[in-house]
């Protein structure tokens, strides 16, 4: 008969596997007690939660929220980055910390939005633009022709008022 601590954990993992838009799986180990605190904050800031959880705990939880696939990642020891917010955040935010302190800190796979990713493909997520510069690009890109056709409206019209001009120009010269 399972403990009610660990049930609690595999029900804790699976509703934030659920509820999660990434889950980025690292490996850990060589990471000191501060290293793994001063992670957590920088991740904290940016709607991210890292986990270090049990690796069979964690396989049950993948298996109960439906992601079958993703318990094939969860061997050895494993800390989850849940990222509630952008997508590329947590595999960004993790590549960042590993850059900046020199420590090594494999990422062995993710779960982006139900799908499941190899290391590899979760390091790209990393270079993916945030959701505000998307949106910023794609407005530019939509407001560039509205302009050009507003431009090309408009240069009729300018070109009557100059004609206009300078034909009220010549009429006051003459008189």
């Known amino acids: 008969m399972p ?5 609690e954990q595999v029900e804790l993992l699976k509703e934030k596997l ?7 799986l690292t490996d850990y180990r060589g990471l000191s007690v501060k290293q793994l605190q001063d992670l957590r904050g920088r991740l904290r800031g940016q ?3 890292y986990r ?10 993948a298996v109960e929220a439906g992601h079958d696939e993703f318990q094939d990642l969860l061997k050895g020891p494993v800390a ?5 917010g952008d997508l590329s955040a947590p595999a960004r935010l ?15 796979g993710g779960l982006v939005e139900g799908r499941v990713l190899d290391a590899e493909q ?13 949106l910023a690009q794609l407005l530019g890109t939509l407001q560039s022709p509205v302009a050009q ?12 008022v100059g004609l206009l001009e300078a034909y009220k120009n010549t009429l006051e010269a003459q008189a």
């Open 52 to 61: 270090v959880v049990k690796d069979t705990l964690a396989r049950r939880a």
């Open 149 to 160: 056709l507003v431009g090309t409206i408009q240069a009729p019209m300018q070109q009557l």
């Open 47 to 49: 709607d991210v939660e």
């Open 94 to 108: 993790l590549g960042e910390f590993s850059r900046q302190t020199r420590l090594r800190l494999d990422i062995v």
């Open 80 to 84: 989850i980055a849940f990222g509630y």
């Open 3 to 7: 403990r009610p601590d660990k049930v």
């Open 122 to 134: 979760v390091r790209q997520t990393a270079d993916l633009p945030s959701r505000d510069v998307l």
């Open 18 to 24: 659920k509820s999660a838009r990434v889950a980025v």
